[in-house]
């Protein structure tokens, strides 16, 4: 189980298959460096920035899926703290972000669904929706993305959203962060801590 979360009341979480981003876009956020391995599955600790005075933190929880040479074993536990660590910290995550890669999402999840297994993203997303914790999905590496609204509808759809996906923007946000590009994914945090009254954390979006 993950130890050493800061005392803070106040969270966004991050989370999402290994080597989808979630680093650069909390390097983006913060203009801080999080320590990330070369490989996939080498962090499997969370990541927690409470680099602020306010009562509040970012955390980067480890990455799940297939990873190249994590045995099975492994990646299921890591899947099982992360699960855990929200559910035992829901009352104080006021955001949850699913970070996805916008190439190759829709990809994973029909192989996994063909096999007759819930994917993990869409286990994820329902997951954190199951324990009241706003969601969004932040879409990533859009700029290798040729059919942009064709791709964010299929991911919709995967995860049980009617399209189009401009219907969404408070859930569905299209990013780029390796450029900078993530103004759909601060605006859309920035409408869920309003949502909960919390105007005082916006400046952190």
Known sequence: MFEGRPDRSAEVVFCGRSNVGKSTILRELTGHDFTTGKKPGVTRSPGHYDWVPED???????GFGFMSGVPEEVRERIKTDVVRYIEDHADEILVGVLVLDGKS?????????????????????????????????AVNKMDKVHDRDERLNAVCDRLGLPSPWQ???DTVAPVTAKRGSITPLTEAVRTHLHDQRRDDLLKFF
């Not at 192989?111 to 994820?124: I, M, N, Q, S, Y």
């Open 167 to 169: 219907q969404w923007q």
């Open 56 to 62: 509040f933190v970012l955390t980067d929880l480890p």
């Open 105 to 137: 999402a829709v990809d994973i999840i029909d192989r996994h669904a063909d096999r007759g297994e819930v994917p993990h993203d869409v286990e994820l997303f329902h997951f954190l929706q199951d324990v009241g914790i706003p969601t969004v999905v």
